[in-house]
Structures are given as structure tokens and as C-alpha cells.
């Protein structure tokens, strides 16, 4: 726990990273979204999180955006976009 820390989280359910121009503008789109959202309750700390592509490994599964922005005066805005596995792993 930390005092007073403020995360705004957000997930979507589609694939990201394919370095496709139509992939590419799907992110964006993401990305000002959530933006919005850290501008509009003042929050510094945002989090996308998308699901793993069936089958990667050993790939980035995060990326980092760092913002100026003059509507949050005095604070770098911090978006990290995470591909998280949702694949149930085989534990037999």
C-alpha cells in the first residue's frame, strides 16, 4: 500500500504490437482514451493492459509513454501499456 498513490487502469480485449498501421492506430486511440481519463481526475499513473498473443514468448510485454502535459501542471504523465497472459497454464 501506498499513501495517497492514484493508478488509473484500463483493459481491452485485442491483440496490440504487430507493428501494423491499423494495429498502430488501435493503440493510439487507447492511448488518448485513457489519457482523457488521467487528465480528467487528475492522475499521473495510468495502466492499459491487453492480452498476450496465444504463443509469444520471450517478447516486450510492456511499453512506457511519459507525457507533459500543461493540464497536469508539474507532473509527468506515466502510461504503461502490458500484455498479460490470460492463458490458463498446464500445471499437470
Known sequence: YIPDYQMIIDTKYKIIGDN???????EMTDIYQILSYGI???CQNLLLIYPK???QIDEKNESIYLINSELIP????????VNLD????NTA
Do not use: C
Open 20 to 26: 501494423s498501421h491499423q494495429n498502430f492506430g488501435n
Open 40 to 42: 480528467a481526475k487528475n
Open 53 to 55: 498473443p496465444f504463443g
Open 74 to 81: 508539474d507532473k509527468e504523465i506515466q502510461i504503461k501499456l
Open 86 to 89: 490470460i492463458t490458463l497454464a
